[in-house]
């Protein structure tokens, strides 16, 4: 996907070839308390996820400013419907995630 008037995010932020795309992009940095606190919370939820280090990625980096309208906080969570959290505690990012049903469903324990 372009830069258009439609999509007026930077050249660059597409999916590299082969790559899975996932409901949920992450953009953040390894250096950045809050990216490596969200990303836990996905993994210890069993949420799949694209990652994409900003600081090793200037496209990526351009990407996570113009979700946020020229903004520079991390994380910037991509839920590709329309919602982009933007620092979230843990609170707000698995309120979010249940709201757009975005939590894996796991079958009950046997007993």
Not at 8 to 28: D, F, M, Q, R, S
Not at 61 to 74: H, V
Not at 81 to 104: F, H, I, M, Q, Y
């Amino acid at each position: 996907m372009a830069n258009t008037a439609d999509n007026p995010l930077p050249i660059g932020h597409e999916l590299t070839e082969g790559t899975v795309h996932h409901a949920l992009t992450v953009y953040g940095s390894e250096t950045c308390g809050d990216t490596r606190r969200s990303r836990a919370l996905l993994d210890s939820l069993g949420v799949e996820y694209n990652y994409y280090d900003v600081d090793k990625d200037p496209s990526m980096a351009r990407t996570m400013s113009a979700l946020q309208d020229g903004g520079q906080k991390m994380p910037a969570i991509d839920f590709h419907d329309g919602t982009v959290l933007v620092e979230p505690s843990n609170d707000a990012l698995t309120a979010a995630l249940r709201k757009t049903d975005r939590l894996p469903h796991v079958a009950p324990a046997q007993v």
